[in-house]
């Protein structure tokens, strides 16, 4: 089944993924990967988006983003994208060789409660699931790490999650769960929300809804005369 047209709304959480064409390499050193944590912060900054986790990978990233209004998403991308773009090619000089992304970045709708706990763990995980760390707070470039040592203080600002972390949340995060994980993955990778079944249904009925008044929209705007 094709994805749907992307339909953004503020005050929801949104699972955010988005890999190097080719799934090449991108970040290969500590400054490449402290550029991108710039644009991360530069880009936060001008849009007063909410980041409720992150983790950079060597060909892909991941954010759990908050936005506050309707546009933001986007906004917020197409300034993030835009940015590490171009000061990845300047800095590799390497202007005028084409993307450095692939295709449009995957995102998920996430319900409230414990999903977004499932998440962030899932998130905050990538390295310990790619055998890169033995721990999660080992990886310098997460959320998790920053969580756990606050030694980065030009890392974007994490806001707090719509429920709480866990108390035990040290122990919790270093805790793999198979089952959980692959739903999170196959809700990233499909563009499917991701939380109870009705929550689901709702949200994917509202989502096509929404495409079709839209495309109502569109044919009522092409019926009527231009007035030039």
Same mark, same amino acid.
């Given at each position: 089944?094709?994805?749907?047209?992307?339909?953004?709304?503020?005050?929801?959480?949104?699972?955010?993924?988005?890999?190097?064409?080719?799934?090449?390499?991108?970040?290969?050193?500590?400054?490449?990967?402290?550029?991108?944590?710039?644009?991360?912060?530069?880009?936060?900054?001008?849009?007063?988006?909410?980041?409720?986790?992150?983790?950079?990978?060597?060909?892909?990233?991941?954010?759990?983003?908050?936005?506050?209004?309707?546009?933001?998403?986007?906004?917020?991308?197409?300034?993030?994208?835009?940015?590490?773009?171009?000061?990845?090619?300047?800095?590799?000089?390497?202007?005028?060789?084409?993307?450095?992304?692939?295709?449009?970045?995957?995102?998920?709708?996430?319900?409230?409660?414990?999903?977004?706990?499932?998440?962030?763990?899932?998130?905050?995980?990538?390295?310990?699931?790619?055998?890169?760390?033995?721990?999660?707070?080992?990886?310098?470039?997460?959320?998790?790490?920053?969580?756990?040592?606050?030694?980065?203080?030009?890392?974007?600002?994490?806001?707090?999650?719509?429920?709480?972390?866990?108390?035990?949340?040290?122990?919790?995060?270093?805790?793999?769960?198979?089952?959980?994980?692959?739903?999170?993955?196959?809700?990233?990778?499909? &563009?499917?929300?991701? &939380?109870?079944?009705?929550?689901?249904?709702?949200?994917?009925?509202?989502?096509?809804?929404?495409?079709?008044?839209?495309?109502?929209?569109?044919?009522?705007?092409?019926?009527?005369?231009?007035?030039?």
């Amino acid at each position: 089944m094709p994805r749907l047209p992307r339909i953004v709304a503020g005050n929801n959480v949104y699972h955010i993924v988005n890999r190097a064409i080719g799934k090449l390499s991108i970040f290969n050193s500590f400054d490449d990967f402290n550029l991108f944590i710039s644009c991360v912060k530069e880009a936060q900054l001008k849009l007063d988006m909410r980041i409720l986790a992150y983790c950079i990978m060597p060909n892909h990233w991941h954010l759990l983003l908050y936005p506050k209004n309707d546009s933001d998403i986007s906004l917020f991308m197409h300034q993030l994208t835009n940015a590490h773009t171009r000061k990845f090619h300047l800095k590799t000089q390497t202007v005028g060789t084409g993307p450095l992304y692939q295709g449009r970045y995957f995102s998920s709708l996430v319900n409230t409660d414990n999903y977004v706990l499932a998440v962030i763990k899932y998130i905050e995980q990538n390295p310990l699931r790619a055998r890169l760390v033995l721990r999660v707070e080992d990886w310098q470039w997460s959320s998790a790490r920053l969580r756990l040592t606050n030694i980065n203080p030009h890392a974007p600002i994490i806001t707090d999650a719509p429920i709480s972390l866990p108390s035990n949340y040290h122990e919790w995060v270093n805790i793999l769960e198979n089952d959980v994980n692959e739903n999170v993955r196959k809700s990233i990778q499909k &563009g499917i929300p991701f &939380g109870s079944d009705v929550w689901v249904e709702n949200m994917r009925f509202m989502q096509k809804r929404t495409v079709e008044e839209r495309r109502k929209v569109k044919v009522i705007h092409s019926l009527v005369p231009d007035p030039n």
